[in-house]
């Protein structure tokens, strides 16, 4: 039997695709985004301190009052803002959080913008609900993006704008003026902003986070997604959520009820408890960013040319002196024969691109990291 498909042009992840790649070669995995070390104990004895003490049923639809509250708290101290706990909804991951937004208000026809390149999950949820993605492109090696070229991007149509910041896969913050020039665009319009800030921790060089939560405009009009496997290193939890002003978190839950109803119990007990302590988050941006520091310099052995690394864990690397292969062609080659996985940056764009910049991934202990330097310096 033939079904016609929904997604015609997807195939699959280039984070499984590479991942795979790297297991059938043995080779060191710096391409999909985790971390090759564990979460913290403490976190771990609260799970399990939870699951023993029964609390092994549904949370509540939208998510554990006590987390909602925790992570109310959270970010009210980490923004001087006033999120109230009921504008927070508890998902799988932001990957389900990033697909309740969109589902929840993108129709038919509808416009949205993204920037390329962008995370793989965007396009894909657009397309299923009929909605036209239009993309404003960055380009190497800046990958600054131009307001007034992006504000030409939007028309009567224009339902929604995705931002990600910090950015995967170029690894570059959005600054005040950014956001500036985003408020000063969708202002007097009802365009919503769809905010993946799932690497807000991991800012480095004394650099802010500027989540649009702290711009009134912004804030009153967005969906604002974060990630805990990314903050607490434990990706494999799957547990995210979403902030986002009472209208819209009425309709982001009118998905969520039925895509997921609710998110694993004793896990948010444990996060709820975890996320009390500060200091279990407002390191992280010091810690990732020796990582960078560390591998940056292994990789001056390389030919591989490092560009610039303002915060979440990936490194952009330009591979245009050893080679002028296409990068999907580079990244397995390099699998392949060298023994580093990598991504391609191009598969992140709808245009056919030929930067020449393959992304990696420094969340790993200090000696992979030495390791994947001292393989690639090889190439
Ligand atoms: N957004 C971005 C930018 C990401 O890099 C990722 C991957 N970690 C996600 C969303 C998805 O996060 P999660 O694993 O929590 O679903
Ligand atoms: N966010 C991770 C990355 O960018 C991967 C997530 C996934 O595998 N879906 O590599």
């Known amino acids: 039997m033939i079904v016609p498909s929904k997604l015609p042009q997807v195939g699959t992840t280039i984070f499984t695709v590479m991942s795979k790649l790297a297991h059938d070669h043995g080779a060191v995995n710096l391409s999909q985004g985790f971390p090759n070390f564990d979460c913290d104990d403490e976190l771990k004895r609260l799970v399990a301190h939870y699951m023993s003490e029964g609390k092994n049923q549904y949370a509540p639809m939208a998510g554990l009052p006590e987390l909602q509250a925790s992570i109310a708290a959270k970010v009210n101290d980490s923004y001087s803002i006033d999120v109230l706990p009921d504008e927070v909804t508890i998902t799988a ?13 993108i129709k038919q026809g509808d416009e949205v913008i993204m920037i390329e390149p962008a995370y793989d999950s965007y396009k894909p949820v657009i397309q299923l609900c009929g909605g036209i993605a239009r993309s404003y492109e960055l380009t190497a090696p800046d990958y600054k993006v131009n307001w007034s070229s992006f504000a030409r991007l939007v ?10 910041n910090p950015h995967n896969p170029i690894g ?3 600054e005040k003026d950014d956001l500036e020039a985003l408020e000063r665009i969708v202002k007097g319009t009802d365009i919503l902003v769809l905010s993946d800030e799932v690497y807000e921790h991991i800012v480095f060089d004394n650099r802010e986070h500027w989540s649009v939560l702290r711009f009134p405009e912004l804030r009153k009009r967005s969906f604002v997604v974060y990630s805990f496997g990314k903050t607490f290193h434990n990706t494999g939890w799957k547990v995210g959520y979403c902030i986002a002003p009472d209208y819209l978190t009425k309709e982001f839950r009118k998905i969520h009820q039925f895509n997921v109803f609710s998110v694993n119990t004793p896990v948010q007990y444990a996060l709820a408890e975890y996320l009390k302590k500060r200091s279990n ?3 992280l941006g010091r810690f990732y960013q020796s990582k960078r520091d560390i591998f ?4 001056q052995q390389s030919r591989l040319i490092p560009l610039s690394s303002e915060g979440s864990y990936f490194q952009l690397y330009d591979y245009s002196a050893i080679s002028d292969e296409p ?3 580079f990244a397995r080659r390099l699998t392949a024969e060298f023994g580093v996985a ?6 992140f764009y709808s245009t056919k691109r030929d930067d020449k910049v393959i992304r990696l991934c420094f969340a790993k202990t200090d000696e992979v990291l030495l390791e994947a330097s001292s393989l690639l310096s090889k190439v």
Not at 296 to 299: D, F, K, L, N, P
């Open 327 to 329: 990068d999907t062609e």
């Open 172 to 174: 570059k913050i959005m």
């Open 296 to 299: 940056q310099g292994a990789m």
């Open 155 to 164: 028309t009567s149509k224009t339902r929604m704008i995705i931002i990600n």
């Open 93 to 105: 991951g932001a990957t389900q959080a990033l697909y309740n937004a969109i589902t929840s208000v």
């Open 281 to 283: 988050y407002t390191g």
């Open 342 to 347: 990598a991504i391609p940056v191009s598969v």
